[in-house]
């Protein structure tokens, strides 16, 4: 009997690499307009953030329908096998809701609310694998996330305002105001739900919020997993940040350091040239 983790693409981890680390990932689906794609399977990251540039309106995304859940539930039942399923925040989108209602008809599935999205879901199933590896079922695996789900911290340093203002997040007013004074909005995910924390002008002093707030939540367990990510088609952001934070990066120990990109998700919110923090606290 074997643990399979099946996730949905609210989680960044692309087609390729879920192969090697040996998970299933359910892809949400990305609209531009009228053309409708998989995410992270039909639509790579790059891609996204190409045909972001390109259209005038912001993409949608649909949650995942519970059939489609049901569909794989049914084959790790037929092998005689069991499953974590770890999904995106139900407050952030309907999946884990269908999630459930797939998972009603079996004694075998375990469902997780992640709470969170992007590398913040992501580092939760990095968990899950190690869990895995440690040889505790299926049960035992989704008791464990859920206790130590509330230690996981996600913070985003954004570039513009403007795709919040387009999203309906923000009124035009205040992301003209933004934008003229170069403000950087730092948000945070917090049970469940993606909150607006501060505000810096320029980079610089947007790395020193990051680092702060980083501190302030306890700093990071270097033990556990983590991850930083960037959106767009350029990590020269990120590496910025990551010069003018060398001494906290260093401190991991891990060369090279785990390094993310943001997909279509949250990149519809945030648009390009953002980046992300993902840790348990200590």
């Given amino acids: 009997?074997?643990?399979?983790?099946?996730?949905?693409?609210?989680?960044?981890?692309?087609?390729?690499?879920?192969?090697?680390?040996?998970?299933i990932v359910l892809p949400l689906i990305v609209r531009f307009d009228q053309t409708e794609y998989e995410d992270g399977l039909t639509l790579t990251h790059e891609d996204?953030?190409?045909?972001?540039?390109?259209?005038?309106?912001?993409?949608?995304?649909?949650?995942?329908?519970?059939?489609?859940?049901?569909?794989?539930?049914?084959e790790v039942s037929a092998a005689n096998d069991t499953a974590v399923v770890i999904t995106v925040s139900a407050k952030l989108s309907g999946t884990y809701q269908s999630a459930m209602i797939a998972a009603s008809e079996y004694q075998n599935i375990f469902v997780v609310d992640s709470a969170n999205v992007c590398i913040g879901e992501r580092i939760l199933v990095e968990r899950a694998l190690a869990l895995r590896e440690e040889q505790l079922s299926a049960e035992q695996i989704a008791e464990k996330?859920?206790?130590?789900?509330?230690h996981v911290v996600l913070f985003a340093l954004l570039d513009t305002l403007i795709y919040l203002k387009k999203g309906g997040r923000i009124s035009p007013t205040t992301a003209f105001a933004g934008e003229l004074l170069s403000v950087k909005p730092l948000v945070s995910v917090e049970e469940g739900e993606v909150k607006l924390i501060g505000k810096a002008?320029?980079?610089?002093?947007?790395?020193?919020?990051?680092?702060?707030?980083?501190?302030?939540?306890?700093?990071?367990?270097?033990?556990?997993?983590?991850?930083?990510?960037?959106?767009?088609?350029?990590?020269?952001?990120?590496d910025e940040y990551l010069t003018d934070s060398a001494d906290l990066w260093t401190a991991a120990g891990t060369d090279p350091l785990p390094i993310a990109t943001v997909g279509s998700v949250i990149g519809t919110h945030v648009g390009p040239n953002g980046i992300a923090v993902a840790f348990f606290h200590k």
Avoid: H, W
Wanted: aromatic share 8%; charged share 25%; glycine share 8%.
């Fill in 1 to 23: 009997m074997t643990v399979k983790l099946i996730v949905d693409s609210a989680c960044d981890i692309q087609a390729s690499e879920a192969e090697k680390l040996g998970i």
């Fill in 48 to 74: 996204f953030y190409k045909k972001l540039s390109e259209s005038d309106n912001l993409p949608t995304t649909s949650q995942l329908a519970p059939a489609a859940f049901a569909k794989v539930f049914e």
């Fill in 201 to 238: 002008r320029g980079m610089k002093k947007g790395n020193r919020l990051l680092n702060e707030k980083i501190a302030q939540s306890g700093g990071i367990d270097f033990g556990s997993p983590f991850s930083l990510a960037y959106s767009g088609l350029s990590r020269e952001r990120l």
């Fill in 145 to 150: 996330l859920n206790e130590e789900k509330q």
